[in-house]
């Protein structure tokens, strides 16, 4: 299974969620970006693309409005593989707190 990660600059959320599950199950692939295009850009983070969104087969956002971002700019495409997670961005990389609730929102 491919899993894509989606938060606003994939720095903090996604790339937790993609390193920390790309220990914990290395027979699926995980990737991660984020929306905010200027900030990824500056810090040198992966962007999201439509090329990213057909690769996975899952993708999880962080937040509803990158969920908003993605039908902005690509309809309905993408729905069914998209879940919403509600984290909030108050967590730094690799965050225990963010770590127990990954767990325990995300079912592979």
């Given amino acids: 299974m491919k ?17 920390y599950f790309t220990v914990k199950f290395p027979e699926h692939e995980f990737l991660s970006a984020g ?3 200027k900030i990824c850009r500056k810090e040198g983070t992966t962007e999201l693309t439509k ?11 962080m937040e509803k409005k990158h969920f908003d971002q993605i039908k902005k700019h690509t309809g ?3 729905y069914s593989k998209i ?3 509600h984290i909030p961005d108050v967590y730094q990389y690799y ?8 767990d325990e929102r ?3």
């Fill in 83 to 85: 879940t919403v997670l």
């Fill in 76 to 78: 309905s495409t993408y």
């Fill in 35 to 37: 929306t905010n295009l």
């Fill in 51 to 61: 090329d990213l969104l057909e690769w996975a087969d899952k993708v999880y956002v």
């Fill in 3 to 19: 899993t894509l990660f989606i938060c606003s600059a994939n720095k903090q959320r996604s790339k937790t969620a993609e390193d």
């Fill in 95 to 102: 965050d225990k707190a963010l770590l127990r609730i990954l």
């Fill in 106 to 108: 995300i079912m592979l």
